[in-house]
T-cell receptor, first 116, second 109 residues
Framework: AAGVIQSPRHLIKEKRETATLKCYPI?????VYWYQQGPGQDPQFLIS???????DKGSIPDRFSAQQFSDYHSELNMSSLELGDSALYFC???????????????FGPGTRLTVT | AQRVTQPEKLLSVFKGAPVELKCNYS??????LFWYVQYSRQRLQLLLR??SRESIKGFTADLNKGETSFHLKKPFAQEEDSAMYYC???????????FGDGTTLTVKP
């Protein structure tokens, strides 16, 4: 079965550069979540999109922006990179059915960003 | 290769009953194990980490290195415990986490 795809898997950038991370959700999933996990830290929620609209926002710096496109893939744009942005960035997707049940969230393998 | 297995996709119990969510892992080093919870339409939240050995919302989890397990337990389930639970393994020095596929817990009244 198809899973959440993230690209690139590894990215090395210098300070003050720009990076774009991509996430391709599981087919028919309409919601995408972005998480940031620093070395030895818990994943921190950044932002989520449902049906191409921002649905929730967490600890995402103003230097970052994201969007979900018509094909439901999402891109996380990071500008003026800082050393502290070095982390693993997880994307997850889910499908929001009209029910009271919780929604399963499937995570991608992550993109490891290293800022030097 | 590192791997986290949550064998139960769905788990349903009645309110007041004990609940155990299973998690097994495979990793050659000394991992850090976590449980994350996601309530309906909400973000993933950290529930427990094995190094702190604390009880959150009545949940406990013990790392059993012999059995490579980190099962999540609660003696008396509550309806508000209904959520998605993820077990995760972190490689301390690399900072990379591997998550299980998750278990959906439904607590019925």
């Amino acid at each position: 079965a198809a899973g959440v795809i993230q690209s690139p898997r590894h990215l090395i950038k210098e300070k003050r550069e720009t990076a774009t991370l991509k996430c391709y959700p599981i087919p028919r999933h309409d919601t995408v979540y972005w998480y940031q996990q620093g070395p030895g830290q818990d994943p921190q929620f950044l932002i989520s999109f449902y049906e191409k609209m921002q649905s929730d926002k967490g600890s995402i710096p103003d230097r970052f922006s994201a969007q979900q496109f018509s094909d439901y893939h999402s891109e996380l744009n990071m500008s003026s990179l800082e050393l502290g942005d070095s982390a693993l960035y997880f994307c997850a997707s889910s499908f929001h059915t009209y029910s009271d049940r919780t929604y399963e969230q499937y995570f991608g393998p992550g993109t490891r960003l290293t800022v030097t | 290769a590192q791997r986290v297995t949550q064998p139960e996709k769905l788990l349903s119990v009645f309110k007041g009953a004990p609940v155990e969510l299973k998690c097994n892992y495979s990793y050659s080093g000394s991992p850090e194990l976590f449980w994350y919870v996601q309530y309906s339409r909400q973000r993933l939240q950290l529930l427990l980490r094995h190094i702190s050995r604390e009880s959150i919302k009545g949940f406990t989890a013990d790392l059993n290195k012999g059995e490579t397990s980190f099962h999540l337990k609660k003696p008396f389930a509550q309806e508000e415990d209904s959520a998605m639970y993820y077990c995760a393994l972190t490689y301390t020095n690399a900072g990379k986490s591997t998550f299980g596929d998750g278990t959906t817990l439904t607590v019925k009244p």
